[in-house]
């Protein structure tokens, strides 16, 4: 079963407009991922938070967890068309190598 | 570096016959993981290698198999297709297994079964 729930499923923002989705996950965790997918392709990976940080900064990205309530959001400045994608957070499980992922959010950023 | 690389990007068997994908890792990475993606599955694991050996294993039927080179580079094999298995099979690097450091994909093989 998935281990995170992804919130909105889909979003369309206008370009310049910020983005936050959300996520949500079940287990205590080690780290929580972010990672972008087009189309389809192959997962590229966004930014690594670890469980004793509570926020962190990549370029356009900020992402926020908060452990207490087993959630993080991403939220995306500025967007533009290129951000359109799907965006998934994953959580470990244990000290596997075992990702486990949310079914994500769809964002759609009009240009 | 150069990334991790998948082949063949695209397959189409038919069910029954089996099918084997390849997975390259980044320079330096030993451990390879392998997941499923479908439309209603989502993205689900399937196994983890380090140093020729499978650490973990999804809840996947014995039909999906895998195997590590001494070389890090590892390939998975799904024998008697099913039409379920249609998916896009992604693997992904990191330096050590375990889940302290990224993980990076690859672009993903696209598996169609007729």
């Known amino acids: 079963s998935q281990q995170g729930e992804e919130d909105p499923q889909a979003l369309s923002i206008q370009e310049g407009e910020n983005a936050t989705m959300n996520c949500s996950y079940k287990t205590s965790i080690n780290n929580l991922q972010w990672y972008r997918q087009n189309s389809g392709r192959g997962l590229v990976h966004l930014i690594l938070?670890?469980?004793?940080?509570r926020e962190k900064h990549s370029g356009r990205l900020r992402v926020t967890l908060d452990t207490s309530k087993k959630s993080s959001s991403l939220l995306i400045t500025a967007s533009r068309a290129a951000d359109t994608a799907s965006y998934f957070c994953a959580t470990d499980a244990g000290n596997t190598g075992k990702l486990i992922f949310g079914q994500g959010t769809t964002l759609q950023v009009k240009p | 570096k150069a990334g991790v690389t998948q082949t063949p990007r695209y397959l189409i068997k038919t069910r029954g016959q089996q099918v084997t994908l390849s997975c390259s890792p980044i320079?330096?990475?030993?451990?390879v993981s392998w997941y499923q993606q479908t439309p209603g599955q989502g993205l689900q694991f399937l196994f983890e290698?380090?140093?020729?050996?499978?650490?973990n294993k999804g809840n996947f039927p014995g039909r999906f198999s895998g195997r590590q080179f001494s070389n890090s580079r590892s390939e998975m094999n799904v024998s008697t297709l099913e039409l379920g298995d249609s998916a896009l099979y992604l693997c992904?690097?990191?330096?050590?297994?375990?889940?302290?450091?990224?993980?990076?994909f690859g672009p993903g093989t696209r598996l169609l079964v007729l």
């Open positions: 290698y380090f140093s020729e050996t499978q650490r």
């Open positions: 992904a690097s990191s330096t050590i297994p375990g889940q302290k450091e990224t993980q990076y």
């Open positions: 938070i670890r469980s004793n940080e």
């Open positions: 320079s330096g990475h030993r451990s």
